[in-house]
């Protein structure tokens, strides 16, 4: 129960803080469409026939393609963004205890022009999603006595180049970890 509540209580903060409508994600697409993105260029989709078709179908892997064609199909404009929730299968997964085959993925896309493509935007956008974790943790704290408030009250930003000089000798891994 807890789990429901806590997607359900992100998603209507993020959606609050970002500007963001709710947007169903296709579980399947037509090859030729385009819209299934193959991530590395070698996973196989999962790909079925339609029964009195031609063509068949392909579960999705990825919705990276999908989320920019329907930000344009269903006119969003700039500042507004879209969420959704994507199920699917990749067979060619490696998995391990935090990989698997079916895919259960939250995401979200918003518009932003060229002009805004810079540090200061990302990091007000960071921060308006920091604080919708913070808000999420704050009323399931609330609401659940045994949940405990763990976020910092302000988040942090470091760039690659400025972890590379404070850890010379890290892998990126071990870099980010030291921080």
């Not at 079925?48 to 999705?60: C, H, L, M, S, T």
């Not at 892997?61 to 969003?76: E, P």
């Not at 990989?99 to 939250?106: A, C, K, M, P, R």
Request: charged share 30%; hydrophobic share 35%.
């Amino acid at each position: 129960v807890a789990i429901k509540e806590i997607k359900d209580f992100l998603q209507r903060e993020m959606a609050k803080q970002l500007n963001l409508a709710r947007v169903s994600a296709p579980l399947f697409v037509l090859p030729e469409s385009g819209l299934n993105d193959n991530l590395n260029g070698v996973e196989r989709p999962v790909s079925f026939d339609i029964k009195g078709q031609k063509e068949n179908a392909e579960i999705v892997h990825s919705l990276a393609k999908w989320k920019r064609y329907a930000l344009q199909k269903y006119g969003f404009a700039h500042g507004e963004g879209l969420y959704t929730d994507m199920s699917a299968i990749r067979r060619d997964e490696d998995t391990d205890n935090i990989h698997s085959i079916y895919v259960d993925q939250w995401d979200w896309e918003k518009i932003i022009s060229k002009k805004d493509r810079t540090r200061e935007t990302l990091e007000s956008i960071v921060r308006s999603v920091y604080k919708a974790l913070k808000v999420t943790e704050d009323y399931m704290a609330y609401e659940y006595e045994y949940i405990g408030r763990y976020l910092p009250e302000n988040i942090t930003f470091v760039t690659t180049q400025e972890l590379e000089d404070m850890y010379p000798d890290c892998t990126p891994k071990e870099r980010e970890y030291k921080i």
